[in-house]
């Protein structure tokens, strides 16, 4: 069975530009959660979804940056306009219904570079 | 407000010889904790989790040990070998329902390197 598949795996684009990255989780996993990896902070939740549906976008560090889940196995982050602070490595993770807790299934991450 | 924190930025071990990683959290609404590994260009994979009900886990060469009144954790790897030369990442989940179920905090993350 695949894992999480994210994509890009690498994106470079320049400041103000819009950037979407895109998460597709593992089939039957009822959540889905979007992560930010920098040196300074280690991993911050951004958003989480159930069964499609944002319960928690706490994390989104302000109104440039936005994430939907139309359908069960397809999800966007999207960042519009970008900023250079933005660079990071951005993962997606899935877990089943009953366990968002535990093991969450993370993909191999996107590393973003806004020059 | 980094409410799990690894001090440590990195450790560096012998092969065959202890490493232990630390983690230390400010919420007392953790009540379970789990200890992720990340190898470069690859997404943190889970290894080893612990309930506040017990103090203590154990799964082969990994063990995670709670401390509640000083609230600590750490993570024992014996003995050690160079393919654990990984980011080492704590992370916890509060005791809460409504938008915090589900959520993990997770620390900085502390860099592992096992040589031979």
């Known amino acids: 069975d695949a894992g999480v598949i994210q994509s890009p795996r690498h994106e470079v684009t320049e400041m103000g530009q819009e950037v979407t990255l895109r998460c597709k989780p593992i089939s039957g996993h009822d959540y889905l959660f979007w992560y930010r990896q920098t040196m300074m902070r280690g991993l911050e939740l951004l958003i989480y979804f159930n069964n499609n549906v944002p319960i928690d976008d706490s994390g989104m560090p302000e109104d440039r940056f936005s994430a939907k889940m139309p359908n069960a196995s397809f999800s966007t982050l999207k960042i519009q306009p970008s900023e250079p602070r933005d660079s990071a490595v951005y993962f997606c993770?899935?877990?089943?219904?009953?366990?968002?807790?535990?093991?969450?299934?993370f993909g191999p991450g996107t590393r973003l570079t806004v020059l | 407000d980094q409410q799990v924190k690894q001090n440590s930025p990195s450790l560096s071990v012998q092969e065959g010889r202890i490493s232990i990683l630390n983690c230390d959290y400010t919420?007392?609404?953790?009540?379970?904790f789990l200890w992720y590994k990340k190898y470069p260009a690859e997404g943190p994979t889970f290894l080893i989790s612990?309930?506040?009900?017990?103090d203590k886990n154990e799964d082969g060469r990994f063990t995670v040990f709670l401390n509640k009144s000083a609230k600590h954790l750490s993570l024992h790897i014996v003995p050690s070998q160079p393919g654990d030369s990984a980011v080492y990442f704590c992370a916890a989940k509060a005791n809460a329902g409504g938008t915090s179920y589900g959520k993990l905090t997770f620390g900085q993350g502390t860099i592992l390197t096992v040589h031979p």
């Open positions: 612990i309930s506040s009900i017990k």
């Open positions: 919420n007392s609404m953790f009540d379970y």
């Open positions: 993770a899935s877990s089943p219904h009953g366990q968002p807790f535990n093991e969450q299934f």
